[in-house]
């Protein structure tokens, strides 16, 4: 019976496993579909954090803020990228 649980097992991790997702791979979409990382979200939102002088308790309005911001900025730059190639 122990046998049994044993393959069962082993077919559990082998369907779990291929479920898994690394953080490189959802970085490599995020940057494939030009939307700013979890990364660059993060180091954003910990600037804003000690602009505001280290004040606790808005961590997610950093966030937001600093995912906005980032938006915004590849947005103005792949409008000034058509711009220039509009230009050639």
């Keep these: 019976m122990k046998s049994q649980n044993t393959v069962m097992d082993v077919e559990g991790a082998s369907k779990a496993a291929s479920r898994i997702v690394f953080l490189s791979d959802i970085e490599e979409e995020e940057r494939r579909r ?3 990382t979890s990364e ?3 180091q ?3 600037e804003i954090y000690i602009e505001r002088g280290r004040i606790h ?3 997610l ?3 937001m803020q600093a ?5 915004e900025k590849i947005q103005r ?3 000034s990228s058509k711009g220039s190639e509009l230009r050639r």
């Design 77 to 79: 730059d792949r409008k």
């Design 44 to 46: 954003r939102a910990f």
């Design 34 to 36: 030009r939307v700013p």
């Design 61 to 63: 309005d950093d966030w």
């Design 57 to 59: 308790g808005s961590d």
């Design 40 to 42: 660059e979200i993060r």
């Design 67 to 71: 995912e906005r911001e980032l938006q």
